[in-house]
């Protein structure tokens, strides 16, 4: 076939498959066989191998998949994305409906719709393509998902008219995985022993961040568009824009309903609460928007939400059934959260075959006994728990779930410290789970950032016996992970395969461990998984105290000066430290170069030379780290006891009355923080 003649094909075979994908997957009125489909996709794909400057960035062959993200841009909404306005009773949908009526009148109409559980998206059309697909984020900027996004296929890359919609706007809807696509991808991972995803939401929100296309394609995302958005639009209203807009190709829901008043948005509510068991996909709720525009522009809206709509969330799901055991999970540092196992129950659309148990008092306080029936329910929280317990239909003699005396992983005796809800395994260098559990936080995005080590190759480490801490990772030698084996299944095709670690994935790993170097030390410092000790917390202590030597050196009181740290944090920090074997660790991470400091020490002035410090109290502009910081990065010297050979005392809020007495007995000069500057200014 000559050029011009495949250029023609190209543009009949994109219109035709189009048609068939809207007629599939938007209206589910397929008009030909799937082996006829197949045929045509089979020609446009080679026609477009043949005449590769012919291939179109929205052809339908990008359904398919095979673009590869590496990084997702950023990129601002054009209009931000808002969140709506939560109720939960019917009380509150009367309030709201009072509230619109004192500002529009009795003249207006709603729309209901339902309120699908996935990833909101914003897909930008330009001239009848689509141009761009950018998540929430925080609903200023999101990322920039277009490629993936382009193999969903009810999302059209070209649109059937153009009707008298403008040049530029954006239909905003929501990605979510259906059901039985969500059952099947959590089956392939379990088999690959990777961690399944909790509930469809999560899983469509993680497909969408798969750098691989093709997976994405795989995983049979859907859609459901519910708002247009632009200027010019056609209609003044929101129910005919959405209805133009499936004319042009999107998906919207069948179920989008006018509801003349608020009785019949009650019945709309009504109608959904029972039968949403019936959908493929979850639903949280109904949306309840004002249908003209000019009525939504009159309402307006609040610092997060608009002011014409607002979403009905329905009452959490329960379901009965039975308390098969108790298993044990040993998190990274140890803590033992006992979870119900089952008889596998199907819940707000999905199998449930465990629940949460928190902690041993909650078993108790539910008075669980093995073969109880029990009422399960799924919160927001991912995690179904049990509520309730049908003490009417416990077995005869029953027994009581009696929480484990020792880790099912090592072995070792539980402990449960005194004032504390958790069990703990105290073995923390031994037990498996922990020692993955450590290495794992330790290598995630939020600590070290050494992703290349995620899916399941950190265990394989440890199977072989290459790293038992996190300080053995930066020993690990192309040698030793060259040719490690890993068996995975695919999950486009369902098969299995063992994979050996490449050349290239194991640069990829060398070279994330040593890029990890230069991670800062607030990082590197949440990264060592002290108890208690998150993100923010690290960041205070790192401020603080500017390095990890005078945090070693601190005390349990200058500890409690951070703002943030309490006892308990305190408390974990100091016997962490007491650890010898944690102290090796930070030695050897420091001879591999991770920074242990934030701002090395290095001297600004001479200006405070010869003269000797006691800083003592609280301040307001600074921590009493920051104020000896200073003070030594200028010459001064830092006591901690008052003497005559003390030059100055700085002295904040709450200085004890006992070093105020000494300092007018010795006749030393009290200064406060701004006569502190001062010092450092003229002196
Ligand atoms: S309208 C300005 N309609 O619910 C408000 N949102 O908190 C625009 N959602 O993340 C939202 N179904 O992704 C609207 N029929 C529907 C919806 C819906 C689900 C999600 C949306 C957003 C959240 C609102």
Not at 604 to 625: A, P
């Amino acid at each position: 076939m000559n050029f011009e003649n495949a250029k023609k094909r190209i543009e009949e075979l994109t219109n035709i498959i189009n048609k068939h994908n809207y007629n599939y997957y938007v209206l589910a009125r397929p008009e030909i066989s799937d082996y006829k489909y197949d045929m045509l996709m089979k020609e446009l794909i080679e026609l477009e191998k043949q005449y590769p400057e012919l291939q179109d960035s929205n052809s339908p062959t990008r359904k398919v998949g095979g673009q590869v993200t590496k990084d997702f841009a950023t990129v601002k909404h054009k209009y931000p994305m808002l969140s709506l306005g939560n109720t939960y009773s019917k009380k509150e949908l009367q309030e709201f409906d009072n509230r619109v009526r004192k500002i529009i009148g009795n003249k207006f109409e709603y729309v209901c719709e339902l309120k699908f559980d996935g990833v909101a998206i914003g897909l930008i059309y330009e001239n009848g393509y689509i141009a761009r697909a950018v998540t929430r984020g925080d609903g200023y900027q999101g990322d920039d998902v277009t490629n993936n996004v382009k193999t969903i296929k009810s999302i059209p890359l070209k649109l059937f008219q153009k009707h008298n919609m403008p040049n530029i706007f954006e239909a905003r809807g929501e990605i979510f995985m259906p059901h039985k696509s969500f059952i099947m991808l959590n089956k392939i991972k379990e088999k690959n022993n990777e961690q399944p995803f909790a509930n469809p939401r999560n899983a469509a929100a993680g497909s969408l961040k798969l750098q691989e296309s093709k997976i994405v394609a795989s995983r049979n995302l859907d859609s459901y568009i519910y708002n247009i958005l632009g200027e010019n639009l056609p209609y003044d209203n929101h129910f005919d824009n959405l209805m133009l807009a499936k004319k042009m190709g999107f998906k919207t829901s069948e179920f989008t309903a006018k509801c003349k008043d608020l009785n019949h948005v009650f019945e709309y509510i009504s109608h959904w609460e029972k039968e949403r068991k019936k959908l493929d996909y979850d639903i949280d709720g109904v949306v309840i928007k004002i249908n003209s525009h000019k009525q939504q522009e009159k309402l307006g809206y609040t610092a997060k939400s608009p002011r014409w709509a607002i979403a009905y969330k329905f009452p959490t799901e329960q379901a009965v059934t039975k308390l098969l055991d108790v298993a044990y999970q040993i998190g990274r540092t140890g803590a033992v959260t006992p979870v119900a196992v089952l008889k596998p129950i199907q819940l707000s659309g999905t199998k449930v075959k465990r629940a949460s148990l928190y902690n041993a008092d909650k078993i108790n306080e539910l008075k669980l006994h093995i073969n109880d029936t029990v009422i399960v329910e799924k919160g927001g929280e991912i995690i179904p728990k049990i509520v309730e317990v049908d003490f009417e239909q416990r077995e005869k003699n029953a027994s009581p779930v009696i929480f484990a005396t020792n880790c099912p992983e090592c072995n070792t005796a539980l402990v449960r410290n005194k004032g504390e809800a958790l069990h703990y395994c105290p073995n923390q260098k031994g037990c498996p789970p922990q020692i993955l559990g450590k290495i794992e936080h330790f290598i995630s995005r939020k600590a070290m950032n050494i992703e290349s080590l995620g899916q399941g190759r950190t265990e394989i480490l440890i199977k072989n016996n290459l790293v038992k801490n996190i300080a053995d990772l930066y020993d690990l030698t192309f040698e030793e992970l060259y040719g490690l084996e890993k068996t995975i299944v695919n999950e486009l095709y369902g098969t299995t395969k063992k994979i050996s670690f490449k050349e290239k994935t194991v640069n990829n790993i060398l070279n994330s461990i040593e890029k990890s170097k230069s991670v800062p030390f607030e990082r590197v410092l949440y990264a060592l998984g002290i108890r208690y000790v998150g993100e923010t917390v690290a960041k205070k202590i790192a401020l603080h105290f500017t390095s990890i030597d005078s945090l070693i050196k601190s005390d349990f009181n200058s500890l409690l000066e951070i703002p943030e740290v309490g006892e308990k944090i305190a408390g974990s920090i100091i016997s962490f430290f007491q650890d010898n074997e944690n102290i090796k660790i930070i030695n050897r991470l420091k001879s591999k170069g991770l920074q242990f400091e934030t701002d090395k020490i290095s001297k600004k002035s001479d200006r405070l030379d010869g003269k000797i410090f006691v800083v003592s109290g609280v301040f307001e502009k600074y921590s009493r780290q920051q104020l000896k910081d200073t003070i030594e990065k200028h010459g001064g010297k830092i006591t901690n006891s008052i003497s005559a050979k003390t030059t100055y005392i700085v002295a904040g809020n709450n200085m004890g009355p006992e070093k105020r007495k000494k300092a007018e007995e010795l006749n030393i000069s009290l200064i406060n923080e701004s006569e502190f500057e001062n010092l450092l200014d003229n002196d």
